[in-house]
């Protein structure tokens, strides 16, 4: 099954280096979509499906942990599996995201990293589904 992916960072750089590593993670992609904060990540998932969400935490008008509780609030994004990529490193803040379900990737990164994640994330999606 394809997988259409958010990418939320307020760097064009991160995004555009997230999506290389996804491209070549040799898994199926279906749409991309890129928002440069929360607020217009939000307002991408009202408009479109999405499979996997890769969210920034620090970012103007509306930060990625301030996204992720809207989300969880919201029956339909209940699941939607979240992948933080931060340079976060309070363990508190990373412990209340991982409580909210998300998976941590810390910046930087080598591409590998976000293929395991999208691994893990279809392989979980395919043992459900069994
Ligand atoms: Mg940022």
């Not at 990625?64 to 490193?89: C, F, K, Y």
């Amino acid at each position: 099954m394809a997988l259409n992916i958010l990418v939320v960072d307020d760097s064009s750089v991160v995004r555009s280096v997230i999506l290389k590593s996804l491209r070549l993670a040799d898994c199926d992609l279906g749409t991309l979509h890129e928002a440069t904060n929360g607020q217009e990540g939000l307002e991408v998932m009202a408009q479109h499906w999405i499979d996997v969400a890769f969210v920034d935490i620090n970012m103007p008008l509306m930060d990625g942990e301030e996204m992720i509780r809207h989300i969880r609030q919201n029956p339909v994004w209940a699941d939607l599996p979240i992948v933080v990529v931060s340079t976060e490193g309070s363990e508190t803040r990373v412990e209340r995201l991982k409580q909210m379900g998300a998976r941590f990737i810390h910046k930087p990164f080598p591409p590998e990293a976000i293929r395991r994640v999208v691994q893990e994330i279809t392989g979980a999606k395919h043992e459900l589904n069994a």
